[in-house]
């Protein structure tokens, strides 16, 4: 069945649209639970660590979250995106931009602190590093909430 776009010149199939908006769904969700798992789970258990083995532990944990996380909001924001451009339903957008979000927030509240922690030995990190890795963990809430705000703001795109 062919769909034609009042508002766009762009021709697409229906199911094509709805796939392209669950896949958007799927990588927003999948974003969001792995930043609130960060929150409940990861971050409280390993501040039961020694400074030291805190930081020892914080330092990949963080490399191997960016890793993941970072490709996941790119790409929930570009489906997104297409999801609007197919569909010209403005609450794609709203949902790509909170995904996309998660990039300047990252750079400009927690980069500071990633930075600052990465550069810090773990021989040296007695009472520094857990201060600041705490902090972290609060800022990385802010990345939680921008997931999920996604994710509903997809759930309401499929809805509308």
Same mark, same amino acid.
């Given at each position: 069945?062919?769909?034609?776009?009042?508002?766009?010149?762009?021709?697409?199939?229906?199911?094509? @649209?709805?796939?392209?908006?669950?896949?958007?769904? @799927?990588?927003?969700?999948?974003? =969001?639970?792995?930043? &609130? $798992? &960060?929150?409940? =789970?990861?971050?409280?258990?390993?501040?039961?660590?020694?400074?030291?083995?805190?930081?020892?532990?914080?330092? !990949?944990?963080?490399?191997?979250?960016?890793?993941?996380? =970072?490709?996941?909001?790119l =790409?929930?924001?570009?489906?997104?995106?297409?999801?609007?451009?197919?569909?010209?339903?403005?609450?794609?957008? &709203?949902?790509?931009?909170? *995904?996309?979000?998660?990039?300047? $927030?990252t750079m400009?509240? @927690?980069? !500071?602190?990633?930075?600052?922690?990465m550069? *810090?030995?773990?021989?040296?990190?007695?009472?520094?590093?857990? !201060?600041?890795?705490?902090?972290?963990?609060r800022?990385?809430?802010?990345?939680?909430?921008?997931?999920?705000?996604?994710?509903?703001?997809?759930?309401?795109?499929?809805?509308?």
């Open positions: 069945m062919l769909w034609t776009l009042s508002s766009r010149k762009h021709h697409a199939d229906e199911n094509d @649209i709805v796939f392209v908006g669950q896949l958007a769904l @799927i990588a927003a969700a999948v974003f =969001a639970g792995a930043a &609130i $798992y &960060i929150n409940i =789970a990861e971050q409280p258990a390993r501040l039961l660590l020694s400074d030291q083995a805190l930081l020892t532990q914080w330092k !990949p944990a963080y490399k191997r979250g960016l890793v993941m996380q =970072a490709p996941l909001a =790409a929930a924001f570009l489906l997104g995106l297409t999801a609007w451009w197919l569909t010209g339903n403005w609450h794609w957008v &709203i949902g790509a931009v909170l *995904m996309l979000a998660n990039w300047p $927030y400009f509240a @927690i980069m !500071p602190t990633n930075t600052a922690l550069a *810090m030995d773990p021989a040296s990190a007695e009472g520094t590093s857990r !201060p600041m890795i705490e902090e972290w963990g800022l990385h809430g802010g990345r939680s909430t921008l997931g999920v705000l996604a994710l509903l703001a997809f759930l309401w795109a499929l809805n509308t």
